[in-house]
């Protein structure tokens, strides 16, 4: 077993949040099925919303939890690009796929003014945007892409996931996203995006769905087991053994 590798959970904890809670039971999950050690530290949003290359260099992964408002948006959107631009292994969930895609429009393609609606719902460019119905509390199909990232992690070509979130991926902007590199691995049955992939990155996915909420200690959720393996290895990428 290695060294305990670091997990960074960017959002605010709350203690009364079921997904807070199911996020460090899942993480604990997915770290014994896979033999991994680990240690899980909590980043508040506000904290990253200067420069966050000291407070998350340390980190062998990263995790955007659900919870969205965060307290601090530009926090939320710091830690993804870091992960982004230093190819972290990164999972963002519900809120965190959310803020991926606004972090992503802004920065990768250019939209400086790229909103979600819950901060602000009169933005002109919105590229998170309510959902038709309300996804909290349902559980629902998704379909995965054939030789996608996602599609490695599962081993399915359909697999049913639990969400907790309003909002979504405004779909007048899948194409543009997808375009400038943003992959699409996971859909529902009416095409919408619930799975979001950087293939050009060790490890980095965000789900619209809540894994964290059907992980079980029986049966940790691969996807995040995938992330705990990919931060082992990039643990022995980046402090490699001693040689005898």
Request: aromatic share 8%; proline share 7%; hydrophobic share 40%.
């Amino acid at each position: 077993m290695p060294a305990s590798v670091r997990i960074g959970v960017i959002g605010d904890y709350d203690p009364e949040s079921r997904s807070h809670v199911a996020t460090n039971r899942a993480l604990d999950h997915a770290a014994s099925g896979a033999r991994i050690a680990i240690s899980v530290e909590w980043l508040p949003t506000a904290s990253l919303a200067g420069r966050v290359e000291g407070a998350l260099e340390r980190f062998d992964a990263l995790l955007c939890a659900p919870g969205s408002p965060y307290k601090s948006m530009q926090g939320a959107l710091n830690g993804i690009r870091f992960a982004r631009e230093f190819d972290r292994p990164f999972l963002g969930t519900c809120g965190g796929f959310q803020h991926v895609v606004v972090e992503y429009a802004r920065n990768v393609m250019g939209f400086e003014d790229a909103q979600h609606a819950e901060y602000d719902p009169y933005a002109s460019r919105l590229f998170i945007t309510p959902l038709t119905c309300s996804l909290v509390g349902k559980t629902m199909k998704v379909r995965i892409i054939d030789g996608s990232g996602a599609s490695a992690v599962y081993g399915r070509k359909e697999v049913e996931e639990q969400y907790y979130c309003n909002f979504g991926l405004n779909p007048h902007h899948r194409a543009a996203l997808e375009d400038a590199g943003l992959g699409v691995s996971g859909i529902d049955q009416d095409d919408e995006v619930r799975i979001l992939e950087l293939p050009d990155k060790r490890f980095f996915m965000a789900t619209l769905f809540v894994p964290q909420l059907t992980s079980t200690k029986n049966s940790p959720h691969p996807v995040l087991s995938s992330l705990l393996q990919a931060a082992a290895r990039f643990k022995e990428v980046r402090e490699p053994p001693a040689v005898p």
